[in-house]
Every structure is written in structure tokens, then in C-alpha cells.
């Protein structure tokens, strides 16, 4: 049986859209997918490529800060942490021109840590520059000294000569002790038999 003009181009266009759709199917989907999970494997790879590099980044700038504190005044016993901060605080307030009347170190205990905390309660005098360029040098210092509480009043009112009270805190890192090595143990459970469970 012979095919007209017409059902010859009509099985050759047929053809065509079955290869096209099996070509597209079975080679291009299959090659697109592939694609676009790579390119979002890539993706992914990179981000983590960036936050391991910034990782280590931060890593690299902590361990700098760490060796400068320990190095310039992280202590490892409270008496010599209270005299360093006393000491570092009636020198800034000498370069400052403030005038330190009294202070008066005060340690806190901290069970579970082994960085513990001395603070200084400090009272002075002094006019409005001189204080702003004390809690400069505090707040600047390479010492991990801070300011936890601040408190102004002018003497007499309406003048610039101002008395403050300031509390100013440091750390030290105690010793390690075989104490801190040491998890509390908790019991083993109880293990039972079949037949204690009748």
C-alpha cells in the first residue's frame, strides 16, 4: 500500500515530534537536571567555602586579641589582677587630671568557670574633659578592663567640676585544677530481667 504526499508528511512530522520529545525525554531533561544541580552543588560548596575561610578569619583575630590580653595583663592570681587594675586606674586618672579620692576592690566568686572577676569601686573629682578622657583610657586599653557602672553628680550645681563613682571590673583566669576535669558521675541504670519485670 502506497502512502499519499500528504500521509508521508504527516508520518514524517509525527516522527519528528517522537524523536524530539524522546531526545528531549531521555537526553536534554536528564542533562538540565544534572546542570542545575551542579550549579547549585557549586553553590552550596562555595558558601561553605567562604564561612570555613571567615571561620577561620575570626579564629585567627581571637587568637591575636587572647595573646595580647594574656600577654598584657590577663593574670592568673586575684591579688596581682586587683593591683594591676588599681594601679592602671590611679595612672589614668593622673594622665586624665582626675583626682581619685577613694577605691575600693571587691572579687567575685565564680563556681563553674574558671575566669573569675575583681572589681574596682573608684570615687574622684574632676571637670567634664578629664573625665571623658579617663573613661577613654579604660575603654581603650589593651588591659581587659570595662565599666560596669557610672554614676555623675555636679559639685556645687552648675559648675564643671564633677565627682563621679565608677566601677570598674577585670578578669583572671584561675589555675586549672584536677577539680575541673572532673564531670559529676551519674548512676548506671538499673538493669532488670524479664523475669523481675512479672
Known amino acids: ?37 551542579v550549579a ?11 564561612q570555613g575561610a571567615n571561620t577561620l578569619q575570626l579564629q585567627r583575630r581571637l587568637n591575636q586579641e587572647w595573646r595580647a590580653m594574656t600577654s598584657g595583663g590577663l593574670k592568673q592570681d586575684p591579688g596581682d589582677a586587683e593591683q594591676q587594675l588599681y594601679e592602671a586606674v590611679r595612672d589614668w586618672g593622673r594622665e586624665a587630671n582626675f ?3 577613694t577605691s575600693d576592690p571587691q572579687r567575685i566568686a565564680r563556681t563553674n568557670d574558671r575566669t573569675q572577676i575583681v572589681k ?21 586599653s589593651p588591659l581587659p578592663v570595662k565599666v560596669d ?23 583572671w583566669v584561675r589555675p586549672e585544677s584536677p577539680q575541673d576535669n572532673k564531670a559529676p558521675r551519674q548512676a548506671a541504670p538499673v538493669r ?6 512479672l
Open 192 to 197: 532488670r530481667t524479664p523475669a523481675e519485670d
Open 99 to 101: 583626682t581619685i579620692g
Open 149 to 171: 557602672e557610672f554614676t555623675l553628680t555636679a559639685q556645687p550645681q552648675g559648675t564643671d567640676n564633677l565627682s563621679a563613682t565608677l566601677t570598674v571590673s577585670t578578669i
Open 40 to 50: 547549585n552543588g557549586l553553590q552550596a560548596a562555595t558558601a561553605q567555602q567562604e
Open 1 to 37: 500500500m502506497a502512502l499519499s504526499k500528504r500521509e508521508k508528511g504527516i508520518a514524517t512530522l509525527t516522527v519528528a515530534v517522537v524523536g524530539t520529545l524522546g531526545v528531549y525525554q531521555y537526553v536534554l531533561s536528564p542533562y538540565l537536571d544534572a546542570r542545575k544541580a
Open 120 to 140: 574596682l569601686r573608684v570615687t574622684g573629682t574632676g571637670s567634664t574633659p578629664s573625665l571623658s578622657k579617663l573613661l577613654w583610657k579604660i575603654e581603650t
